[in-house]
């Protein structure tokens, strides 16, 4: 009997406690993982459901394994509502330059990028439709990282070491990562992505701009669809000239234009 307390004890006393908490902490991660608002999830800091390593036995492993799957759960957690969110921005905008520049800017946003462009693709020819932080964005459309990017459909990946000086045409700083990366829906890529950072990309911001720019990819494709409507829109089909409609709205924007 007196064996069987002791026993009852050490187990009320010291294991009982932690498996308290790590079951608290399971409540916490899950009330987290189902936020409805995406920006509660971004804003969750995985630190709130850590487990306290203290042991190493096997409730120590536990608590071990828990805090990485946690780790991983939220990774996914944001990467999805980063995808979401960045859906839904650009999936509202048709304007190649504006949807361009905006999601140049989400990216640069998300991922540890501080210089990138946006180069289109016009049969062979890389056209910049978006840059920030670049000093010669028409000479890098002409790079051969990115003409590679484009004719392999891969992602092409530069990895400068601490002690090598880059010069300065990329950027106004030291790059150390330099991604160029191919936007498609499918076929042959419609544009490439130009990435410059002053560390490595980890695995997490991989996966999560391969992500972002298959999105990219799907939006590109709507906005040149777009396009080219307007354009069939505003031809004649027979002579190929501007159509009466299309002449008449010019006219009524220059008018407008010379009034002002």
């Known amino acids: 009997i007196l064996v069987?307390?002791?026993g009852f004890l050490i187990a009320r006393q010291i294991i009982s406690p932690r498996l308290r908490m790590l079951s608290s902490r399971m409540q916490r991660v899950g009330i987290a993982l189902a936020a409805d608002h995406p920006q509660q999830a971004l804003d969750c800091n995985p630190k709130q459901g850590v487990v306290t390593?203290?042991?190493?036995d096997d409730i120590g492993r536990c608590a071990d394994a828990f805090n990485r799957m946690i780790a991983t759960l939220f990774q996914q957690r944001q990467m999805e509502?980063?995808?979401?969110?960045?859906?839904?921005?650009?999936?509202?905008r048709l304007d190649l330059s504006d949807l361009s520049a905006h999601a140049l800017a989400f990216l640069l946003e998300h991922t540890p990028a501080v210089a990138g462009g946006l180069f289109l693709n016009r049969r062979g020819?890389?056209?910049?439709?978006?840059?920030?932080?670049l000093i010669s964005a028409e000479q890098i459309a002409a790079n051969p990282l990115l003409q590679r990017a484009i004719l392999q459909a891969s992602t092409q990946?530069?990895?400068l070491p601490a002690d090598i000086e880059a010069d300065?045409?990329?950027a106004r700083y030291r790059p150390r990562d330099v991604?160029?990366?191919?936007?498609?829906?499918?076929?042959?890529?419609?544009?490439?992505l130009l990435l410059a950072a002053e560390r490595g990309f980890d695995e997490f911001e991989l996966s999560l701009l391969d992500t972002l720019?298959?999105?990219?990819?799907l939006a590109l494709n709507n906005a040149l669809a777009h396009d080219e409507l307007e354009r069939l829109a505003a031809l004649d089909g027979l002579t190929g000239l501007y159509n009466r409609r299309f002449g008449l709205a010019r006219l009524e924007e220059e008018y407008s234009r010379s009034r002002r």
């Open 125 to 133: 020819t890389l056209e910049v439709v978006a840059e920030i932080g």
């Open 4 to 6: 069987g307390y002791v």
């Open 81 to 92: 509502d980063k995808a979401r969110i960045f859906s839904h921005q650009v999936a509202t």
């Open 53 to 56: 390593v203290d042991s190493d």
């Open 168 to 170: 300065g045409i990329l």
């Open 179 to 192: 991604l160029a990366v191919p936007i498609g829906d499918g076929g042959e890529p419609l544009a490439a």
């Open 213 to 217: 720019t298959t999105v990219l990819g």
């Open 157 to 159: 990946r530069v990895e």
